[in-house]
């Protein structure tokens, strides 16, 4: 809830991804443009004034397999959501 009472809800927008962490840490380009950039790129969802255009919502979170030697999951997952009210 947000300090005006509000309240945001939300819509999961696509299915989840997963991305290998090393492919992340990598400078992979898709479509020109870092694959890290692309994920966490927010100039989109935002006016110039600072108001939101999207709203979008980025879920990132550890996935894939753990590696008992570091200590870490593999991957990390993300998830997009957009406001739906």
């Known amino acids: 809830m947000l300090a005006d009472g509000r309240r945001l809800v939300y819509a999961v927008s696509a299915a989840p991804i997963s ?5 992340l840490t990598a ?15 927010q100039s989109g969802s935002y006016h110039t004034d600072g108001g939101p255009l999207s709203g979008r919502l980025l879920l990132a979170s550890c996935g894939g397999s753990f590696d008992n030697g570091s200590g870490n999951y ?11 009210s």
């Open 19 to 23: 991305v290998s962490k090393q492919r």
């Open 27 to 41: 400078d992979l380009r898709v479509a020109g443009t870092p694959l890290h950039h692309q994920i966490f790129d």
């Open 74 to 84: 593999e991957d990390n997952v993300f998830v997009f959501a957009l406001p739906v």
